[in-house]
């Protein structure tokens, strides 16, 4: 039985996406990897969208509205494994939270782990409602998958 | 980086095993804070004829007694902590024992709710001080200490709610009838153990037990006061009883269900033979004791096919020792030196006599340490006792066709679980895809009660002077 997690947050304004991108992009592989050594995310995506846009997709001119979405189905506990995550992607999230609204005040996040769980309760849509709901096709784990493959 | 602590500023049981065979555990609660205070300064120095707070500072001779303090978070408020610091704790620190979120997380419910505990503990309110006495044997000097500190509980401004006894049972026996205190982390910058006991596992950064040093996560755990933060610690004090008749008649009826004799159905649960052997070096029968050079000197998962045991076939993958510190195992998150804790617990009881069956309460008593009970305390009890979806997907040198280490684990901890008869189960793995061979024991019940428990913070002895001082500073 996976859990959403459905983070949203606001971008400092002035920020380009090309900057958050060749930002991430640096850790590509090691998020790709930690992911998959954690073993309990079954798929995880972000999102850039612009509030100011109409049908919310950015465009080629710049913004000082966008927001970042991350979204993931996940096994287990988001909160009970915070410390796992953190020594795995979280160079990742520190990288992601400076250009975050409020996201310098948490980082390093290996440093302030409880503010960080915080931070990721109150701004995780799927953690509030009317934004609860998730469909699954199957209750299999991704260990459970992953063993009978 | 040589990490240094400074040995004289932190509280002794964190970091050395005290190796002695007495202990009695006072549950204080703070009636004057002022009081209290002085008290505290009288232990940290010593003086007015008090025994001193032990160290983690080598001493040249062995002191009569070990003396160590820990309060909880209504201790720390009692004393002058803001609400706004204590916001900066360990959040089931900050919620505490008693509270029915933490109790919910190790299984406290049932006979174990905190509403049933013994000596005042069912009031986590009102209990303040876990205050620890350890003698090494000699029972004369331990009720002369005692006296010496009861004579001041109530001038200090503090009222006892119970005190609670333990002694060591011979070759450091527990009353189920293994051998204990066998494995223990190793602690990057702690002193040696004088009884070397080498594993082949990574060392454990400071901060996993100390606060105010990286962890493994590469981070600090910090509290507010700073005051309060560097060589402080935390521990879940603990008070389980075991019922040995219970434990033997699951022994008998479920070995023999399970096709094995009762010292191998004891060894599979445990992880260990009673005199203390690891299955994974003497996977057949006991054997004679192994040195302290090999007894805890093992991985499950090799290179080396003939030594591999990924699939628990030889040490189940639910065991205890194996489930509490699956070593090198594929488990989820990261790996077991992120969720590492120091045990320093000895018995309570007289051993029981099978001969002469008794109700006696009997069990262990003591501190499971670290720097994050959320992290490592109830993380291992919650993720690894209490559930089995910890463990990764992952084949031995067999193949797919010799089985997964998915499917050869079940139920809860034989020991530590709840083990609600409805669904109670362990696992005994054997070769087949998909755990097709398995032998799977079900129906059983918990045959360990947890009669106490509390949250502490165990601080600094910079902390402690400054906890002494405190009520005076405010007002109090």
Avoid at chain 2, 80 to 103: H, Y
Avoid at chain 2, 209 to 224: D, K
Wanted: with cysteine; net charge negative; hydrophobic share 40%.
């Amino acid at each position: 039985m996976a859990s959403p997690l459905t983070l949203i947050l606001p971008i400092i304004p002035g920020t380009t996406l090309p900057t958050i991108s060749a930002a991430l992009a640096t850790y590509g592989p090691q998020l790709t990897a930690a992911l998959s050594s954690i073993g309990t995310v079954h798929y995880a995506r972000t999102l850039f969208l612009d509030r100011s846009a109409p049908n919310l997709q950015p465009g080629a001119s710049p913004s000082d509205s966008y927001v970042i979405a991350i979204i993931t189905e996940f096994d287990l506990s988001f909160d009970k494994y915070i410390q796992d995550f953190v020594a795995q992607v979280g160079p990742v999230f520190d990288a992601l939270l400076q250009f975050v609204v409020g996201g310098a005040a948490i980082t390093p996040v290996a440093n302030n782990v409880a503010a960080f769980e915080a931070f990721i309760t109150a701004n995780d849509a799927s953690q509030h409602p009317p934004n609860t709901g998730l469909f699954q096709a199957y209750t299999f784990t991704v260990q459970e998958i992953l063993a009978n493959g | 980086m040589v990490t240094v602590i400074n040995y004289a500023d932190v509280q002794g049981t964190i970091l050395r095993g005290y190796r002695v065979d007495l202990a009695r555990h006072f549950i204080l609660s703070i009636t004057n804070a002022a009081k209290a205070g002085a008290f505290l300064a009288s232990l940290i120095d010593g003086t007015n004829g008090f025994p001193r707070i032990t160290t983690a500072h080598r001493w040249t001779e062995k002191p009569e007694c070990f003396v160590n303090i820990g309060f909880t978070a209504p201790g720390l408020a009692a004393l002058g902590i803001t609400e706004q610091q204590l916001a900066t704790f360990d959040k089931p620190f900050q919620l505490g024992a008693t509270s029915t979120t933490s109790a919910a997380n190790v299984g406290d419910i049932g006979d174990s709710s905190p509403e049933n505990w013994i000596g005042g503990l069912s009031n986590g309110a009102k209990v303040h001080i876990v205050l620890n006495l350890w003698v090494d044997d000699d029972p004369q000097i331990l009720e002369a200490v005692t006296l010496r500190l009861r004579t001041a509980f109530a001038p200090g401004g503090l009222t006892e709610l119970s005190a609670h006894d333990a002694h060591a049972l011979p070759d450091n026996h527990v009353h189920f009838g293994y051998r204990d205190n066998i494995a223990q982390p190793t602690v990057i910058g702690a002193p040696p153990r004088k009884r070397k006991i080498p594993d082949d596992q990574p060392p454990v950064a400071t901060g996993e037990f100390l606060l105010g040093y990286p962890n493994q996560g590469n981070g600090t755990y910090s509290v507010q006061p700073p005051e309060l933060s560097k060589n402080s610690s935390y521990a879940a004090f603990r008070i389980i009883e075991q019922d040995v008749a219970a434990f033997d008649a699951f022994l008998a009826e479920y070995a023999e269900k399970a096709g094995v004799d009762v010292e191998t159905l004891a060894a599979k649960v445990c992880g260990r033979w009673r005199n203390g052997n690891p299955l994974e070096l003497q996977p057949d029968a006991p054997g004679e004791p192994l040195p302290n050079s090999q007894i805890n000197n093992f991985t499950y998962v090799s290179p080396d096919a003939t030594k591999d045991d990924t699939l628990g076939l030889r040490c189940p993958i639910g065991s205890h020792i194996r489930r509490n510190n699956p070593r090198n195992a594929a488990i989820t998150g990261t790996d077991s030196t992120h969720h590492r804790i120091v045990r320093r617990a000895m018995p309570y009881g007289p051993a029981y006599d099978p001969a002469k069956p008794d109700s006696i309460p009997r069990g262990l008593i003591g501190y499971f340490i670290n720097a994050s009970i959320s992290n490592q305390f109830e993380f291992i009890t919650e993720q690894w006792n209490l559930d089995s979806k910890f463990v990764k997907a992952a084949t031995g040198p067999g193949g797919k066709e010799a089985g997964n280490a998915f499917f050869n684990i079940s139920g809860e901890d034989v020991f530590l679980g709840v083990n609600d008869p409805a669904d109670s189960s362990f696992t005994l793995a054997a070769l087949g895809a998909k755990g097709k061979n398995n032998t799977v024991i079900t129906g059983f019940s918990r045959t360990i009660t947890t009669r106490g428990g509390a949250y502490v913070f165990l601080p600094s002895i910079s902390g402690l002077r400054y906890l002494a001082a405190l009520p005076n500073q405010a007002g109090m």
